[in-house]
């Protein structure tokens, strides 16, 4: 079956932050792929151009008369004068979103209390809460008006148990699963949307940015197993958004087969 069921997706206007690469890239060629319109927000501006020319490749590639408008602009999401001046970057034809997916997001490090960086401390609170509740805040006012609109956050198995190594970072999952209740229960009476889809172990640049650059390091994260990958993810995603209007997916943990939980996983001996 397809994740696109009933072209529900087909001229909908996507914006996903964190566009320029791993989950947030994976996700914004979906939507394209399935007819969509979408916004992709990142940071690093050559790697969201790539994004950008990938999804003008998928919608082709679909033969989908629907959507194939997509811009690329250059954000932070942590600060908030950016956000508050996102429309100003947006084309007029593409401001009427449908669609939010909150992506944006990353952890730096795996010291414990009493060794983290103030800086380290700062920018994962700023990018992974901070700048997903300041552009929730900006499309929610639009999504009330019309009384349609579906918010997607990306939290983790960081957000439901704690882990040695990752107070900081589970920390600000956690406020993204507990903000994403809140909002949930204070639509109830409308027609919007709340999903939060949660990962497990995906082997992106995540584990490669939380080691500093230190490859060797990120990729013992997922030996002996074998971990989801952003597609995967991305495919929840867009399914999520993809039920019908009175359907709303408002959780889901996704795993690799070899996961139970944030700390226990099964590896196969090394030979």
């Known amino acids: 079956m397809s994740v696109f069921n009933a072209s529900r997706l087909l001229n909908k206007t996507?914006?996903?932050?964190?566009a320029s690469g791993g989950i947030g890239a994976?996700?914004?060629?979906?939507?394209?792929?399935?007819g969509a319109n979408v916004?992709?927000?990142?940071?690093?501006?050559?790697?969201?151009q790539d994004v950008t020319k990938a999804c003008i490749d998928a919608h082709k590639q679909s033969g989908l008369q629907a959507g194939g408008k997509f811009a690329s602009v250059q954000i932070d999401v942590s600060d908030k004068?950016?956000?508050?001046s996102l429309w100003d970057k947006v084309p007029q034809d593409l401001r009427d979103v449908d669609i939010l997916v909150n992506n944006a997001g990353f952890v730096l490090g795996v010291e414990h209390v009493g060794n983290i960086a103030d800086a380290d401390i700062e920018s994962m609170f700023a990018t992974n809460v901070f700048g997903l509740v300041s552009v929730t805040q900006l499309l929610i006012k639009d999504f009330k008006k019309k009384q349609s609109g579906h918010?997607?956050?990306?939290?983790?198995i960081a957000g439901h148990e704690a882990y040695a190594g990752g107070s900081i970072y589970t920390a600000t999952k956690h406020a993204v699963r507990a903000f994403t209740g809140s909002l949930l229960r204070e639509v109830v009476n409308t027609p919007i949307r709340v999903t939060e889809i949660a990962p497990g172990?995906?082997?992106t640049e995540f584990s490669i940015i939380r080691f500093r650059g230190d490859?060797?390091?990120?990729?013992?994260?997922?030996?002996g197993l074998q971990p989801l990958v952003a597609?995967?993810?991305?495919?929840?995603?867009?399914?999520a958004a993809s039920r019908p209007p009175h359907v709303n997916i408002a959780e889901t943990l996704i795993f690799p087969v070899n996961q139970a939980s944030a700390t226990i996983n099964f590896r196969a001996p090394s030979k």
């Open 215 to 223: 490859k060797n390091a990120a990729n013992k994260v997922y030996e």
């Open 151 to 156: 918010v997607i956050n990306l939290g983790s």
């Open 14 to 18: 996507v914006l996903v932050t964190g």
């Open 231 to 239: 597609e995967d993810i991305a495919e929840e995603i867009v399914w």
């Open 26 to 34: 994976a996700t914004a060629i979906l939507f394209a792929k399935g």
């Open 81 to 84: 004068a950016q956000v508050a």
């Open 201 to 203: 172990m995906v082997e």
């Open 39 to 48: 916004i992709l927000l990142a940071r690093r501006l050559e790697a969201l």
